[in-house]
Structures are given as C-alpha cells and as structure tokens.
Nanobody, 123 residues
C-alpha cells in the first residue's frame, strides 16, 4: 500500500506561483501513472494533470495547459505540480493519486488519494 501526502498549498495573489509536492511512502510508486486532481466547494473532483511512470509523457486539462507543469522524481518518490500565472478559478483543494487502470483523466480510475492541500488564489 502506498500512502500519499500533498504539501505546498497556500494563499497567493492572481498571477502568482505555487509548487505542490506529493510524497509517497510505502511501496515505490515509480511504476505507476500519477495524477493531480482538484476539487472546489460544491463541484466534482476534476482532472488537472497526469504523468507517466518514466515522466516522459504528460497530460493536462485544457484549463491549465501552458500554466502548470507536472513532474516527478522517482528517486525521491515525489511528484510535483508547478503552477504559474494562477487565477482565482484555480482555487480548490488539490489531490494526488495513483492510477489503477483505464483513463488518465477519470478520478474513478485512481486510488490511494492523499488528504489534499488547499490552494487559494485571490483576485
């Protein structure tokens, strides 16, 4: 069983940047596709970005493409999400998870969710 812990969230002004981290403990996660999702109050959990086990393939939601960058360091068992040019609509709780099977964008295809980290972007 892999445990995931997100960190790096906070309050930032529009146009600012944050870097989220997702640290894994337990079994190594180096062979898994990993993903970031976010959930705003009253909304469903939404796909943000995903990365292949090697890091060579990355996938982004249209809403964050060009502003967010996903990466991973398998030696450190850590995944990152660099968020630039943040907008108020990026405000949400951000979660990382491991893909079980199926798609890279459907939350139901992921497991081992972390507890999340809050990102708040003020206008």
């Amino acid at each position: 069983q892999v445990q995931l812990v997100e960190s790096g969230g906070g309050l930032v002004q529009a146009g600012g940047s944050l870097r989220l981290s997702c640290a894994a403990s337990g079994r190594t996660f180096s062979r898994y596709i990993m993903g970031w999702f976010r959930q705003a109050p009253g909304k469903e959990r939404a796909f943000v970005a995903a990365i292949s086990w090697s890091g060579r393939s990355t996938y982004y939601a249209d809403s964050v493409k060009g502003r967010f960058t996903i990466s991973r360091d398998n030696d450190k068992n850590t995944m990152y999400l660099q968020m630039n040019s943040l907008k108020p609509e990026d405000t949400a709780r951000y979660y990382c998870a491991i893909q079980s099977s199926g798609t890279y964008y459907d939350a139901s295809d992921y497991h081992s969710w972390g507890q999340g980290t809050q990102v708040t972007v003020s206008s």
